[in-house]
């Protein structure tokens, strides 16, 4: 099952390419809970194995994307306010001490926050929305977001490019994984039919 997602992953990046990473991170970083971060290191990482995809260009366009997605969820979230927050945090099942956590740290560090606020779990999706919501002032707003987007992007894409030499002993084991799997839930199944027949027997 991993292996398909990943190849599935792999075959959007080889047809779409860079639009594809575009598309990922621009509606992560808008507040839509998709995997960006994960097709980012998978895009860079076939940078390096299969050279379809080059560095440099991943690392603007996600810069890019990433800038751009956190400025929609800013307007998005100045706009609608907190009662589209609340409705949000349903939507995509996001939790409240999620939320809670994030307005802590914007009350103690401020503009700050957004800087950090992409290698901090939970608080990427939700970085720019509230920030809209908690009424940031867009200037400084913009200026931290920039910055905490290009040194995410790029570290990000460093760590899967170096990664992707060992692509395939990753898809490697994934198959060794998944037959592994299978092999329990053979043992499982076939020890519960056992078991339930027993029962029937006495």
Not at 34 to 40: A, D, F, N, Y
Not at 44 to 60: D, K, M, T
Not at 157 to 181: E, I, K, M, N, P
Request: proline fraction near 3%; hydrophobic fraction near 55%.
């Amino acid at each position: 099952m991993l292996h398909q997602i990943l190849d599935f992953l792999r075959e959007q990046l080889a047809v779409h390419g860079y639009w594809t990473v575009a598309l990922a991170l621009l509606l992560e970083n808008a507040g839509v809970p998709v995997p960006g971060e994960t097709i980012l290191l998978l895009a860079s990482a076939l940078a390096f194995s299969e050279q379809r995809l080059h560095l440099p260009y991943l690392i603007l366009v996600g810069t890019l994307a990433a800038t751009l997605g956190d400025n929609l969820g800013f307007a998005i979230g100045r706009r609608g306010g907190r009662p589209l927050l609340d409705r949000y945090k349903h939507w995509f099942r996001i939790p409240d001490r999620t939320i809670a956590r994030g307005e802590r740290l914007f009350s103690r560090y401020g503009a700050a926050t957004i800087f950090f606020a992409r290698f901090v779990f939970g608080m990427r999706v939700i970085a720019g929305p509230l920030a809209g919501v908690l009424r940031m002032p867009w200037g400084s707003f913009a200026v931290f977001n920039f910055l905490g987007a290009a040194l995410w992007v790029t570290v990000i894409s460093v760590v899967g490019y170096l990664f992707g030499r060992h692509w395939q002993d990753l898809v490697r084991l994934l198959h060794r994984v998944d037959v592994a799997v299978l092999l329990v839930v053979i043992v499982v199944a076939a020890w519960l039919w056992l078991r339930h027949r027993g029962r029937r027997g006495q």
